[in-house]
C-alpha cells in the first residue's frame, strides 16, 4: 500500500484547508484511513479515521465538528476538510492505514500503523 498525502498550507485563524491521502496498491475497501498530526517534541496523535465502505468514522475531541473526513472510493482518496482552524491546529498531517478491518476507531495508535504517507505541513498565522 502505498499512500500520498497533500494539500497543506498556510491559512489564517479561523480558515480552512483540505487534505487529501491518495492510496494504490491495494485492494483498500475494508480499510481505514488514519489522520494524525505531530507538533515537533510530541508524538503522533490521530485525529480522524474514515473507512473506505459503509459509514464509520472517529474524529478526536480536539476536532470534532471542525474537521470532517470524507472519500472518493473511484480515486482511493480520502480527504480531510479542516475547517475553523484554531493557533492549536498547526503540525505535519500524516495519513496512515493498516489491514485491520473493522470501523473506526481501531486500532489507533500511531504504532499501529503499517503505511504512512509523508506529512504535509499546516501552519495557521493569526
Known amino acids: 500500500v502505498q499512500l500520498q498525502a497533500f494539500g497543506g498550507g498556510l491559512v489564517q485563524t479561523g480558515g480552512f484547508l483540505r487534505l487529501s491521502c491518495a492510496a494504490s496498491?491495494?485492494?483498500?475497501?475494508?480499510?481505514?484511513i488514519y489522520w494524525f498530526r505531530q507538533t515537533p517534541g510530541k508524538e503522533r496523535e490521530a485525529v480522524s479515521c474514515?473507512?473506505?465502505?459503509?459509514?464509520?468514522?472517529y474524529y478526536a475531541d480536539s476536532v470534532k465538528g471542525r474537521f470532517t473526513g470524507t472519500r472518493d472510493n473511484a480515486k482511493n482518496t480520502v480527504y480531510l476538510q479542516l475547517n475553523s482552524l484554531k493557533p492549536e491546529d498547526p503540525a505535519v498531517y500524516y495519513c496512515?492505514?493498516?489491514?485491520?478491518?473493522?470501523?473506526?476507531?481501531?486500532?489507533?495508535?500511531?504504532?499501529?500503523?503499517?503505511?504512512w504517507g509523508k506529512g504535509t505541513q499546516v501552519t495557521v498565522s493569526s
Open positions: 496512515g492505514t493498516n489491514e485491520e478491518t473493522g470501523g473506526c476507531p481501531g486500532a489507533i495508535d500511531y504504532k499501529d500503523m503499517e503505511y
Open positions: 496498491g491495494s485492494s483498500l475497501r475494508y480499510y481505514k
Open positions: 474514515t473507512r473506505m465502505s459503509g459509514s464509520s468514522t
